[in-house]
């Protein structure tokens, strides 16, 4: 039988961290659904599939027809969901979450289920997926990529990527026009988020346009952190210019596998080491074995948020990815991601294609270890024209009072009833 | 005599901190000068006073009829000509200095010098024209003013105040998109720069928006921070809502005057605690009074150099304060301050004036007590309705291969001849 039926409802929810990106794919299963001529409504659950057990959901059907809702959606960043961070057991561990969650399906009359977010979030499609096949549910998951960190496995890049990485390259450059106005010496180190994957770091190396060779030195997690060469590239490059602008990965670790990040002991009583992220260490690091001027600025959460700044690029793969998940739903497909992969060529071209979304939850992508000038401390060429299509296009942000006019998220906010 | 004279030369200088409004009056002194029929040159001094010491300028004169140029250096951030942080002696105490430099300007045939920058460029301007006065020099010294602190006299407000806050109000309502995602309790803690005076923090409170009241609490370092004060403002917030968002200025201080950020003491081996900021060590006594969930965001130099998020009123007005100083020349003044006023009313309205560039050198514009909400760690509308003109309009940014294309810089980072 076909499991797809226009009579049927249909959930959606979000989960893990947010990204500019992961609205426009809302926006884009939205509008598929209404263009399918759906009939059943459109549930989006509230903090992801712990609303679900908490029954916390809106009814998203409104919006179906409201095409201005759907454009403000498209560009507002974060998640109009919201998010939560709750693992789902395994099935033979805890069959009695399934079981609750399943029983809500059927009341609901739910005919698929669409999951935008990343590892973790895949790994909730995919055991959900698993089970219904044993229960022999209709109900389809199908999992919706996004991640500011661009490690999901089984798809080219994902949605919130590009934006980020237009951010950062955007706020390198602007950093590099700030300190390039004095001619003492001095190091600037810049903080970009990514634990295991440089991606974000990587992203950096856009920023060096025209006659501009800055930032001069960038340092990723996939290759080994070494202080004494780190130094040396700096008093290297000092004798070449007085402006010295570094970009490092939070993540970057020495040859023992330690985050360059302050993160072990107890620290003082204010618990400042521990705290102290890479960039700072490197700062003290470069005032300590070279004496000259040093700020660490640390490229902070806006990097993931900022809604102001997006990549049409990005905007537009994440609600075409959003369209293909619903199509996915339409040929009864399930558990599968809704994917992308980039086609050979000089000029930029993906094709949208289902992928196991049970791999996709299982591994971490990283930089390609070819794609990175260790010896340099920067990126090849094979990096930058990855990157590059990605950051392409300006989304035009509605202002009103000033500010950008992003959708209302009061309901995320509710009085605390405890 | 009239001190005016379309034969001679003019001189340019920016100084002090970089905002992404100071090309604008650069632009706008360049245009009135061409429009005035300027037959001398157009010399940008290269790291302000010091370049000068130095020789270093370059020839501004092609500007005059380059549209194109002209229009990207009003939207480019930072400083085009460089800065420099020289403290010009007091006459009486090195003589020799004046002398180097007015025969510099005499060499040069110099009619004006225009300085555009903050306190101390204002206090150079206006020891310069004092000295042109006691030697009877007919050289103009004319200052204009910036700086994002908004902490300049003499003026309603600084060019470069405006944008930084319009970025800073921005990027606090991403902010709070951003931290609305989950249930838990969690408290984000905002440092926004200012050492004395509360401006840039104050901007904060008009990411308020629709129904989201949040950033909840606001603390300036016009007022005492109380930390038993500021952990009960929480704890009573967090009955109402998970989400609570505070943003704090750098300096703010305790009872005794001393900052809350930890710069006293030598602290751990990597200096870490004169190095952490007001906002991180909030953070870490939010850990230790409630046990919850805590994060220190700090918008770094972005706030003054994001020139993809300028406000178009700034940069008009920037613009426009250049304009009105090449007409203060015109009229012979020297010593005085190209400024503006706010006309009383309820629509805003402002006119330029020549203010005594020796009083805007002196002091420093704090935040009036009564604009101040000290009991609910906020501000009043009177602070609402200073600010809000401010922010108002966005500037069209041209992108260039997915980055702002903003007016090469590279004459400033000449490789090192050392």
Same mark, same amino acid.
């Given at each position: 039988m076909d499991k797809f039926n226009l009579n049927k409802n249909i959930m959606i929810g979000q989960s893990g961290g947010p990204t500019v990106a992961i609205n426009a794919s809302l926006a884009g299963i939205i509008n598929?659904?209404?263009?399918?001529?759906?009939?059943?409504?459109?549930?989006?659950?509230?903090?992801?599939?712990?609303?679900?057990? /908490?029954?916390?959901?809106?009814? &998203?059907?409104?919006?179906?027809?409201?095409?201005?809702?759907?454009?403000?959606? !498209? !560009?507002?960043p974060a998640m109009f969901l919201g998010s939560c961070r709750y693992k789902l057991p395994k099935a033979e561990d805890n069959e009695e979450v399934y079981k609750t969650l399943f029983k809500k399906f059927d009341d609901m009359n739910i005919?698929?289920?669409?999951?935008?977010?990343?590892?973790?979030?895949?790994? !909730?499609a995919a055991k959900l997926s698993a089970y219904a096949e044993k229960i022999g549910s209709d109900v389809c998951f199908i999992g919706v990529p996004k991640t500011v960190d661009n490690d999901l496995c089984e798809i080219d890049h994902t949605p919130g990527f590009g934006s980020a990485a237009k951010y950062i390259a955007t706020t390198v450059k602007e950093i590099v026009y700030d300190t390039s106005i004095y001619r003492q010496d001095k190091v600037t180190i810049i903080e970009v988020m990514g634990r295991n994957a440089g991606w974000l770091t990587a992203a950096a190396a856009l920023a060096r346009t025209g006659d501009v060779p800055i930032p001069q030195f960038i340092y990723l997690p996939e290759t080994v952190?070494?202080?004494d060469k780190f130094i040396k590239d700096i008093e290297e490059e000092l004798t070449k210019h007085n402006n010295v602008? *570094?970009? *490092?990965?939070?993540?970057?670790?020495?040859? /023992?596998?330690?985050?360059?990040?302050?993160?072990?002991?107890?620290?003082?009583?204010?618990?400042?080491?521990? &705290?102290?992220?890479?960039?700072?260490?490197?700062?003290?690091?470069?005032? /300590?074995?070279?004496?000259?001027?040093c700020r660490a600025v640390e490229i902070n959460i806006s990097q993931r948020c900022a809604g102001h700044l997006c990549s049409k690029m990005d905007i537009d793969e994440a609600y075409d990815l959003g369209i293909f998940a619903y199509s996915l739903y339409r040929s009864g497909m399930t558990g599968v &991601?809704?994917?992308?992969?980039?086609?050979?060529?000089?000029?930029?071209? !993906? /094709?949208?294609?289902?992928?196991?979304?049970s791999k996709a939850a299982n591994g971490e992508k990283k930089i390609p270890l070819e794609w990175i000038d260790i010896e340099n401390a920067d990126v090849k060429q094979e990096m930058i024209d990855y990157i590059k299509p990605l950051i392409q296009g300006e989304v035009p942000v509605n202002y009103v009072d000033g500010l950008p006019d992003y959708i209302d998220i009061s309901h995320l906010i509710p009085a605390v009833n405890k």
């Open positions: 598929a659904a209404a263009l399918s001529g759906l009939k059943g409504k459109i549930y989006g659950l509230i903090n992801g599939i712990s609303g679900l057990m /908490e029954d916390r959901f809106i009814d &998203l059907s409104g919006f179906m027809t409201a095409r201005n809702n759907l454009n403000k959606l !498209t !560009t507002s005919g698929a289920f669409f999951y935008i977010g990343g590892n973790d979030s895949m790994d !909730t952190f070494d202080k602008v *570094v970009c *490092v990965s939070e993540g970057i670790k020495d040859h /023992e596998g330690n985050y360059i990040a302050a993160t072990g002991g107890k620290g003082d009583g204010f618990g400042h080491v521990q &705290l102290a992220g890479a960039g700072k260490v490197l700062e003290n690091l470069v005032k /300590e074995r070279l004496g000259i001027k &991601l809704s994917s992308m992969r980039r086609i050979p060529g000089d000029e930029y071209h !993906t /094709e949208y294609y289902a992928a196991d979304v």
